[in-house]
C-alpha cells in the first residue's frame, strides 16, 4: 500500500539557516503530494503541493519538487524565522478512485527555529 | 482561514459515553473527511463521505460512525468510548471526490477520562 517516510524530528535552527525536511514515499502510479503545517494548537494548514513528476511546489519561501526517480518530496527554506516553528508533514494523495484518494501521512516533524 | 469549522473545540468524555462532533464544510465542498491524530503522531484517515454517502474508510471500528447532511455539513460519531480515543478529530473538507486539495478545520480535542 501506500506510505510515506518523514524524516524524524525535532529539528532545532537558528534564525536565517537553511531548513531541509527529507520525505519519501512509496505509492504506485502518479500520486500527489502535500506539506501540511501545524502551528501550536491549532489545525492543518496546506502548505504546498504537487501533483505530478518535476512539479515544484512553493509558498512562503518554502519549496518541495516532486521527484519521481528518488521518490522523494524534500522540504526546503533558505532562510527560516521563528515564526516558522511549527510541526510539518508530508502527505500523499494516492492516483486510483475510491480508498486509495485518503491522505497518507508521515509522522511529522517538529521544528524550532530559535533567534 | 479554511472556511472549515468544527464543534466542539476541546470535549471531555468519561469513558462508555457516546460522542458528537460536527463540521461544516467549505462553501461549495461536497466532499468530507474525518481524521484522527494522536499526541505526536501523523493524523489517520476515519472515513470520507461524498454527497452523503460514505465513499472508503479505515481501519476504524464500527463505534466510529458518521453523516453527511444535504448541505454537505457532516457528523462523527463514536459509541463505547475507550481512553485511546483521545485525541485531535479532524474534518476536511474538498471541492470534489477526486480533489488533490483538502482543507482542514481548527479541529477537535476530545479527551477520554
Known amino acids: 500500500g501506500n506510505s510515506v517516510t518523514q524524516m524524524e524530528g525535532p529539528v532545532t535552527l537558528s534564525e536565517e539557516a537553511f531548513l531541509t525536511i527529507n520525505c519519501t514515499y512509496t505509492?504506485?502510479?502518479?500520486?500527489?503530494l502535500f506539506w501540511y503545517v501545524q502551528y501550536p494548537g491549532e489545525g492543518l494548514q496546506l502548505l504546498l503541493k504537487?501533483?505530478?513528476a518535476d512539479d515544484k511546489g512553493s509558498n512562503k519561501g518554502f519549496e518541495a519538487t516532486y521527484r519521481k526517480e528518488t521518490t522523494s518530496f524534500h522540504l526546503e527554506k533558505g532562510s527560516v524565522q521563528v515564526s516558522d516553528s511549527a510541526v510539518y508533514f508530508c502527505a500523499l494523495r494516492g492516483a486510483r478512485a475510491g480508498n486509495n484518494r485518503k491522505l497518507i501521512w508521515g509522522l511529522g516533524t517538529s521544528l524550532a527555529v530559535n533567534p | 482561514e479554511t472556511g472549515v469549522t468544527q464543534s466542539p473545540t476541546h470535549l471531555i468524555k468519561t469513558r462508555g459515553q457516546q460522542v458528537t462532533l460536527r463540521c461544516s464544510s467549505q462553501s461549495g465542498h461536497n466532499t468530507v473527511s474525518w481524521y484522527q491524530q494522536a499526541l505526536g503522531q501523523g493524523p489517520q484517515f476515519i472515513f470520507q463521505?461524498?454527497?452523503?454517502?460514505?465513499?472508503g474508510r479505515g481501519n476504524f471500528p464500527p463505534r466510529f460512525s458518521g453523516l453527511q447532511f444535504p448541505n454537505y455539513s457532516s457528523e462523527l460519531n463514536v459509541n463505547a468510548l475507550e481512553l485511546d480515543d483521545s485525541a485531535l478529530y479532524l474534518c476536511?473538507?474538498?471541492?470534489?471526490?477526486?480533489?488533490?486539495?483538502?482543507?482542514f478545520g481548527q479541529g477537535t480535542r476530545l479527551t477520554v477520562v
Open positions: 504537487a501533483t505530478k
Open positions: 476536511a473538507s474538498s471541492p470534489t471526490r477526486a480533489g488533490t486539495e483538502a482543507f
Open positions: 505509492a504506485t502510479g502518479y500520486p500527489s
Open positions: 463521505y461524498y454527497r452523503e454517502e460514505e465513499n
